[in-house]
């Protein structure tokens, strides 16, 4: 069955770097989109950015210039590197993909950026 695992979320301090990782498995990871989500309480989930099968990246405003997604076909792996975290990118962050219909997320990896 389709699984996402996503990895890399911690406490960091505001202007730190983080970086995400997602293990898929389940599909033939190296034909879909994928992409990286967050969501915070009381919100709906909301993009951060995308990468296609053809490596065509596209993000959310809030993202560009500070993240970079990528993807490892070899590995079946999308990251997320992140820098210059601000309080406000505090959330919980999900990859997934929609496949056949259907959209399928990971577990979610928290990242709570404070000082």
């Known amino acids: 069955q389709v699984q996402f695992v996503e990895s890399g979320g911690g406490l960091v301090q505001p202007g730190g770097s983080l970086r995400l990782s997602c293990a898929a498995s389940?599909?033939?990871?190296?034909?879909?989109?994928m992409g990286w989500y967050r969501q915070t309480p009381g919100k709906q989930r909301e993009l951060v950015a995308t990468?296609?099968?053809?490596?065509?990246?596209n993000y959310a405003d809030s993202a560009k210039g500070r993240f970079t997604i990528s993807r490892d076909n070899a590995k079946n792996t999308v990251d997320l590197q992140m820098n210059s975290l601000k309080p406000e990118d505090t959330a919980v962050y999900y990859c997934?993909?929609?496949?056949?219909?259907?959209?399928?997320w990971g577990q979610g990896t928290q990242v709570t950026v404070s000082s």
């Open positions: 389940g599909i033939m990871f190296s034909t879909y989109t």
């Open positions: 997934g993909a929609r496949i056949g219909g259907g959209v399928y």
């Open positions: 990468i296609t099968s053809s490596y065509t990246t």
